[in-house]
């Protein structure tokens, strides 16, 4: 691997993502198979940003899943899903891919249905979470709906959405323990800990 950049801005983050070798690689496997609003989201990039925050080396091998998002409302069906899955494990067997079809997921989620990926992202359950990369001829964009400051200060803050839902954000978080591995995260666990302000805002960035 290249020497990680400094970690400062989204563009920092899409540098870091094209220059390690396997990781752009991933990306690029998925552009191939050419699905509509494709991305590759959560933990592949949260991950990785926390493990160079915290002076280690990338290894996608060490991810429990690559999750793999497009969106297309004309064929939603789980066997599509799973044909894709399939097509992705010959190009890079060894990966855990889970690819999920983001027109159908507002159902698993009880949200209203999504207009987009973007959209989809925007209704995972922290900021620190909620991005996606992509290749676009071998270069990566990331789309970050609420920014990339709470991932870059190793903050885990539930997204506006999961305000009446902060019970299912505090069970997840909890059940993943980030802390024993990433020990210099700070966890807000409550509402009043992730929003002390009365109003608070992100503004979105479109992609």
């Known amino acids: 691997m290249n020497p990680a950049p400094p970690l400062r801005t989204i563009t920092d983050i899409e540098r870091l993502l094209e220059a390690h070798a396997a990781s752009h690689a991933l990306l690029v496997y998925v552009e191939s198979l050419g699905l509509p609003d494709a991305w590759i989201g959560a933990g592949f990039i949260r991950n990785s940003v926390w493990d160079v925050l915290h002076g280690r080396s990338i290894d996608v091998m060490r991810l429990a899943d690559v999750d793999v998002l497009f969106f297309d409302s004309d064929d939603t069906s789980k066997e599509r899903e799973a044909g894709i899955e399939r097509r992705l494990r010959v190009l890079a067997p060894g990966i855990p891919w889970s690819v999920k079809n983001q027109a159908r997921m507002h159902l698993r989620n009880g949200d209203v249905p999504y207009r987009s990926t973007l959209d989809a992202v925007a209704h995972w359950a922290e900021t620190a979470t909620a991005i996606a990369a992509r290749s676009i001829r071998g270069e990566v964009g990331v789309m970050a709906p609420y920014g990339v400051d709470d991932l870059l200060n190793m903050i885990v803050r ?35 800990a992730a929003y002390p302000a009365l109003h608070s805002s992100f503004d979105r960035i479109d992609t």
């Open 158 to 192: 539930p997204t506006p959405v999961f305000e009446h839902k902060i019970d299912v954000y505090r069970e997840r978080v909890m059940a993943k323990d980030w802390p024993a591995q990433w020990p210099r995260l700070t966890m807000l666990m409550s509402w009043e």
